[in-house]
């Protein structure tokens, strides 16, 4: 009985591999394009357009964390009260004539990053979470994770931007040194790194947060130019998904049959959801992803790195996202996966 048990398991998952294959059929490229595909792993990959299958950014003008703030407190708004600038003051006074950076004013890096250039360093910001999590602190706080320039004992300010108040709330990084060595780019380090801007309350929950490094906490004529929407997944009594899967910064070409048996194993596990992030996967793969994202379930989000036109060794600049790729998923779920 058990024999028989397996062998229609075993039948029924090759039979929903085929119905699979047969769609995704014509994604197999000649084997002149993987040839090629190959190749261009080896040093870096060719400029590209946002791929259609690639997660979208959080939009500012969505305001998700300050939608929250409004349901928790169901007063209609998301500016803080009179007490609330009293406290947010101590922080607010610390560059009074800083002012939020307008849309053309923010740089973007690769569709993804935005960059905040301090002398010849570089910032990157890749993404940006509130955590109120019970082991993260009193207080909450907002984690930034970024690619720097900057050494690790650098000071890093966070500039905290809420809703209907001109002038951030600028405090002091906390900054995770344990990030590696990271590798070299026109004779600079980049490193990963998650900087920890902690909060003086723990409502109203900042739209936005802008980051600068060195010994100048404010940013000067210059101004800001990241203005990184922060993300906020509520808590609730029981996550929405029993199992999601996060899978670190993946590259090159795949062969679409592969990814499909993937999948489909991980569907088999019990995973409901699955992370893929894209350095760069190559074009064979597009309709795979963009069958399994119109299923719900597979989320590709993108990440290129931000140097990708630089003649290093392509397999560094993998190596240097493995870190974000895997704080982030675990940020934007921890809430949404049990």
Same mark, same amino acid.
């Given at each position: 009985?058990? *024999? #028989?048990?397996? %062998?229609?398991?075993?039948?029924?998952?090759?039979?929903?591999?085929?119905?699979?294959?047969?769609?995704?059929?014509?994604?197999?490229?000649? %084997?002149?394009?993987?040839?090629?595909?190959?190749?261009?792993?080896?040093?870096?990959?060719?400029?590209?357009?946002?791929?259609?299958?690639?997660?979208?950014?959080?939009?500012?003008?969505? +305001?998700?964390?300050?939608?929250?703030?409004? $349901?928790?407190?169901?007063?209609?708004? *998301?500016?803080? +009260?009179?007490?609330?600038?009293?406290?947010?003051?101590?922080?607010?006074?610390?560059?009074?004539?800083?002012?939020?950076?307008?849309?053309?004013?923010?740089? $973007?890096?690769?569709?993804? $990053?935005?960059?905040?250039?301090?002398?010849?360093?570089?910032?990157?910001?890749?993404?940006?979470?509130?955590?109120?999590?019970?082991?993260?602190? %009193?207080?909450?706080?907002?984690?930034?994770?970024?690619? &720097?320039?900057?050494?690790?004992?650098? #000071?890093?300010?966070?500039?905290? $931007?809420?809703?209907?108040?001109?002038?951030?709330?600028?405090?002091?990084? #906390?900054?995770?040194?344990?990030?590696?060595?990271?590798?070299?780019?026109?004779?600079?380090?980049?490193?990963?790194?998650?900087?920890?801007?902690?909060?003086?309350?723990?409502?109203?929950?900042? +739209?936005?947060?802008?980051?600068?490094?060195?010994?100048?906490?404010?940013?000067?004529?210059?101004?800001?130019? #990241?203005?990184?929407?922060?993300?906020?997944?509520?808590? +609730?009594?029981?996550?929405?998904?029993?199992?999601?899967?996060?899978?670190?910064?993946?590259?090159?070409?795949?062969?679409?049959?592969?990814?499909?048996?993937?999948?489909?194993?991980?569907?088999?596990?019990?995973?409901?959801?699955?992370?893929?992030?894209?350095?760069?996967?190559?074009?064979?793969?597009?309709?795979?992803?963009?069958?399994?994202?119109?299923?719900?379930?597979?989320?590709?989000?993108?990440?290129?790195?931000?140097?990708?036109?630089?003649? &290093?060794?392509?397999?560094?600049?993998?190596?240097?996202?493995?870190?974000?790729?895997?704080?982030?998923?675990?940020?934007?779920?921890?809430?949404?996966?049990?």
């Amino acid at each position: 009985m058990r *024999t #028989t048990l397996m %062998a229609i398991g075993t039948s029924a998952f090759i039979l929903s591999i085929s119905n699979v294959l047969l769609v995704l059929l014509r994604a197999q490229p000649p %084997a002149s394009e993987v040839k090629t595909e190959l190749s261009g792993t080896l040093r870096k990959p060719p400029s590209r357009q946002p791929p259609d299958y690639w997660h979208p950014r959080p939009a500012r003008t969505t +305001t998700p964390a300050g939608t929250i703030w409004r $349901w928790l407190l169901d007063d209609g708004s *998301t500016k803080p +009260t009179n007490e609330t600038l009293a406290i947010l003051d101590r922080g607010l006074s610390h560059c009074p004539s800083a002012r939020r950076p307008s849309d053309n004013e923010i740089v $973007w890096v690769k569709s993804v $990053w935005q960059l905040q250039n301090v002398g010849k360093e570089r910032i990157y910001l890749y993404s940006a979470y509130y955590d109120d999590r019970p082991a993260a602190g %009193a207080l909450p706080s907002i984690r930034v994770l970024a690619l &720097s320039t900057f050494r690790r004992d650098i #000071t890093i300010t966070c500039a905290i $931007w809420y809703d209907g108040v001109d002038r951030p709330y600028v405090a002091r990084a #906390t900054v995770n040194y344990e990030v590696g060595s990271g590798y070299g780019f026109d004779r600079q380090i980049y490193r990963e790194y998650a900087y920890i801007c902690r909060l003086p309350i723990s409502q109203p929950i900042p +739209t936005d947060v802008s980051v600068l490094g060195g010994p100048i906490t404010c940013p000067g004529a210059a101004g800001y130019s #990241t203005l990184v929407p922060v993300q906020r997944t509520p808590a +609730t009594d029981h996550q929405p998904i029993e199992f999601g899967v996060c899978v670190t910064a993946g590259y090159g070409y795949v062969k679409p049959e592969e990814l499909v048996e993937w999948v489909e194993l991980n569907r088999m596990y019990g995973a409901a959801e699955m992370n893929l992030y894209d350095v760069w996967y190559s074009e064979n793969m597009s309709a795979v992803f963009n069958y399994y994202r119109q299923l719900g379930v597979l989320r590709v989000h993108g990440l290129p790195h931000p140097r990708d036109d630089h003649p &290093s060794w392509f397999f560094n600049k993998v190596r240097n996202l493995r870190i974000i790729a895997l704080n982030d998923c675990q940020l934007k779920h921890m809430y949404r996966y049990r």
